[in-house]
């Protein structure tokens, strides 16, 4: 791909522009991307971010942007104007303090906000349980689909089995 | 595969993807998949004291110790590295330019499985990283995963059960996964079909790439090709697309291969020789003409010429000839135009070399 500036060169620099909530894909060369001022990762990096959520903040009227950035994480101590600016957030507790901006932000950067991957095990084991039952699930399904029945009946024995542990440890939780 | 015990032997030995194995190696050089893990109680890298930092280096030390599958690699501390070492590990692909700036407590470690590393106090305090050689994405991934399962037994994650592992910065959140192919694509360049191609990468979702990552240039025909998103997939759904998208580019790449050689069989020869003759007897050359000329003799190899130098040697001299490794190897500091020299003797060396091994097992 080329540069979409010059024309010339090829495209190495890929950011994301957001305008009228209309987001578009900008490719550059180095040497353009550097010539705009986006050159160094760290700024580019927070341009996408100051970029995704100045398209947000459109929307808002200016008392609710105001409002919004004294949103302040009461573990770290960021302010969420700060965020804007640096697209890096401070701590865990941080998701939870801005989780009413993050999320329509994560939905724009993700197309989702729900986790479906892997989970820590430690001191998680519910939460870990539950998750490898649900992936479980979906993992039969992709075989039956796949008709790879000798694979669905595994995966199907295993659910069977994880399920049956997690009801014995919630009657051996209930008798403690 | 055994860890290095130093950095000067992490200097002398190769790494596992030199060695021009593995599925599809003579065009996808390398696999990587990376996972992003900070530590619960610790603010993000940027926000923590240096205390902090020092503290996570010494957990991270903990925990791989406790670990039978971790324990026994190598930990480097980037303030105790010279500026050189530190670009040496960037132009091996095992730290980022990020971590390799050395301002602050940062550190990677090499497990005993030397395919796998652990970056500490990147952009987040863990970043989990294998590199495999060739195309072996669900190697790449067990491994990954099996470092991760080994670590959370000692280390406490930043996890929500909503958003999952909690990153720095929201584009990493859920997975933290970035699985990626280093491929060399040289065929749908020169026939100009790239564009096609990786514009329909980027549409379904996937991100493209130069040599040295994130903003990098793309050089010598080599496109890093890698998973956008990382929340609302599992790392399976992330890594079977990327896999399946690889596998088509490759059949695209052979395909332009084939028609290439039947169409154009001689001036494709021409321009493999002449790239193999430049770097061969040159006298004075830069980094990046390296890469270009070794782009088309690897092209040259995979493609069946007799008489040019193994791909593994192919592989080595787009390391062994970038700037900090060369100095390293002189030990000395160098200008750029002593390098170019020093660089050129280096490549012809061992271009040299590589074909006294190829006549004395053909005599």
Not at chain 1, 150 to 161: F, L, N, P, T
Request: aromatic residues 4%.
């Amino acid at each position: 791909m080329l540069c979409q500036i010059c024309g010339k060169n090829p495209a190495s620099v890929h950011f994301t522009e957001i305008h009228d909530n209309k987001m578009s894909e900008i490719h550059v060369c180095e040497r353009c991307a550097e010539e705009k001022g986006m050159h160094t990762p760290a700024q580019q990096h927070k341009f996408e971010i100051a970029d995704l959520l100045a398209g947000m903040v459109d929307s808002m009227t200016h008392t609710e942007e105001e409002r919004v950035g004294h949103v302040q994480c009461p573990r770290c101590g960021l302010l969420y104007s700060s965020f804007k600016e640096t697209g890096r957030l401070g701590c865990a507790d941080c998701y939870t303090a801005f989780q009413f901006q993050l999320r329509p932000l994560l939905r724009r950067i993700h197309g989702d906000t729900h986790h479906r991957g892997k989970a820590p095990v430690r001191g998680q084991e519910s939460v870990s349980s539950t998750r490898t039952i649900q992936r479980l699930h979906d993992e039969l399904q992709r075989a039956v689909e796949r008709e790879e029945f000798e694979r669905a009946a595994q995966v199907r024995d295993e659910i069977r089995k994880l399920e049956a542990e997690r009801q014995a440890a919630v009657r051996e939780g209930g008798r403690s | 595969m055994s860890a290095p015990q130093s950095f000067d032997e992490l200097f002398q030995g190769s790494a596992p993807w030199w060695q021009g194995e593995g599925p599809h190696a003579d065009m996808v050089l390398s696999t990587r998949i990376r996972l992003a893990r900070n530590l619960r109680d610790v603010p993000f890298t940027h926000r923590a004291r240096d205390e902090q930092l020092h503290g996570v280096l010494a957990s991270v030390t903990h925990a791989v110790g406790s670990s039978s599958l971790l324990q026994g690699g190598l930990m480097l501390k980037m303030q105790d590295c010279s500026p050189i070492d530190r670009q040496v590990l960037v132009e091996r692909h095992l730290v980022s330019h990020e971590l390799g700036d050395g301002a602050r407590p940062r550190g990677i470690y090499v497990a005993p499985d030397d395919r796998v590393s652990i970056m500490v106090n990147e952009e987040d305090h863990l970043r989990l990283q294998s590199l495999t050689p060739g195309f072996q994405l669900a190697e790449a991934w067990a491994l990954a995963d099996a470092t991760d399962d080994e670590l959370d037994r000692t280390l406490e994650y930043a996890f929500s059960d909503e958003i999952g592992y909690l990153t720095a910065c929201p584009t990493n959140a859920g997975t933290g996964l970035r699985a990626s192919v280093l491929i060399h694509l040289p065929a749908l360049v020169l026939l100009e079909e790239i564009q096609r191609v990786l514009k329909s990468i980027m549409q379904v979702g996937l991100n493209v790439r130069g040599l040295y990552g994130e903003h990098s240039e793309i050089m010598g025909n080599l496109f890093q090709i890698s998973n956008q998103t990382t929340l609302g997939r599992s790392e399976r759904d992330s890594i079977e697309s990327l896999e399946r998208v690889t596998k088509q580019i490759i059949e695209t790449e052979e395909r332009a291969r084939e028609r290439m050689l039947r169409d154009a069989r001689t001036q494709l020869e021409d321009k493999v020789w002449r790239a193999y003759g430049t770097l061969r007897y040159c006298r004075s050359i830069q980094a990046k003409e390296v890469i270009n000329l070794c782009s088309a003799v690897r092209l040259g190899v995979a493609m069946g010429l007799e008489g040019l130098c193994p791909l593994r040697v192919v592989n080595e001299l787009l390391v062994l000839t970038q700037p900090a490794h060369l100095q390293r190897a002189a030990g000395t500091e160098m200008a750029p135009p002593e390098r170019n020299i020093r660089r050129a003797q280096v490549v012809r060396e061992r271009l040299a070399a590589a074909e006294h091994e190829t006549r004395d097992t053909h005599s």
